[in-house]
């Protein structure tokens, strides 16, 4: 069967009345622009004032898409800046984090020169009485023997009963000596008992270890005891082992019999120490003597 000739575009009025609009809007179109080109022909200044009136009705629609066009572009160019900062931002964090490295590096570099020239200027003020200069390799902290170990020993003339001193003050003496390293026992050690002065009365009293770190203060009057925290005694040079006026502890407090004090110069804050001479010979060859005396196996573990 054969088609019909006049075909409907659909039997849905929508779409019937949207193709008539589309003729309409087609035809109306082509009238308006054939009226503006007779118009441009038969009248030009009036065209163009036409043009002119067109240009300023239409001119805040073109503005408005100037500045959506704008904002899209300052959108575009805001998020590069901040995608830009936060790089700059990771990176000066960086640099920051390498710069407090260096800084940190620098102070301890510091801290060690200071502590070399203090080594150095004790030496200076003792060149007849320093034997050496060494490090303290290690040294116990939980045995109830307070030791430490020298990196010099008897090839650089280290001797039993040698002092051994930091420039904040006395770390020991030697009890045992090989070529190269030396057994230094420290005057916490409760074997260890140093004459000492109170400064500044010059109140004589003995020091000895207590074995935790600290050392014990008595006076050798035992009816003076006056000691106050923070008041300093030193070596007195009795006995001829230890020179005079090298700081030996701080008072913490008071006690029964005499006072607590804390060694001014710790094994783990003083890498650096000299050993020094005996104040006097004699001791030192005693003190000797008395070390051979003792059967192998029973001396300073």
């Known amino acids: 069967m054969a088609p019909p000739r006049n075909r409907r575009p659909g039997f849905s009025r929508k779409a019937q009345y949207s193709l008539f609009a589309t003729y309409v809007l087609a035809i109306a179109g082509a009238i308006v622009a054939g009226i503006l080109l007779l118009i441009s022909i038969a009248d030009p ?44 931002n990771a990176a000066l964090k960086k640099q920051v984090s390498a710069n407090r490295t260096k800084l940190i590096e620098a102070d301890a570099l510091r801290a060690e020169n200071l502590k070399l020239k203090a080594l150095i200027g004790l030496q200076e003020a003792n060149p007849g009485e320093t034997v050496a200069i060494g490090n303290l390799i290690s040294s116990t902290a939980s045995s109830t023997r307070r030791l430490a170990i020298l990196s010099v020993g008897s090839n650089q003339g280290v001797a039993v009963g040698f002092p051994i001193r930091a420039p904040k003050g006395l770390i020991g003496r030697v009890i045992e000596t090989s070529p190269n ?10 074997e260890n ?56 502890a701080v008072i913490v407090r008071r006690t029964s019999d005499g006072a607590l004090a804390r060694p001014l110069a710790s094994p783990a804050g003083n890498n650096h120490v000299i050993v020094l001479r005996p104040y006097h010979e004699a001791p030192r060859k005693l003190l000797e003597a008395a070390e051979a005396a003792i059967p192998k196996g029973q001396g300073a573990e």
């Open 45 to 88: 200044k009036g065209f163009s004032a036409l043009r002119a009136g067109a240009a300023e009705v239409t001119s805040p629609i073109a503005r408005g898409f100037q500045a959506v066009r704008r904002s899209f572009a300052g959108m575009g160019e805001n998020m590069s800046a901040y995608l830009d900062a936060a790089s700059q």
């Open 193 to 248: 008992v140093i004459p000492v002065l109170r400064m500044p009365d010059g109140l004589p009293a003995l020091s000895s270890g207590m074995g935790d770190g600290t050392v014990a203060i008595r006076p050798v009057d035992l009816g003076v005891n006056n000691f106050r925290r923070g008041q300093i005694v030193t070596t007195s040079g009795s006995g001829g082992l230890y020179p005079p006026n090298i700081p030996v």
């Open 181 to 190: 390293t030396s057994k230094v026992l420290l005057i916490s050690d409760a």
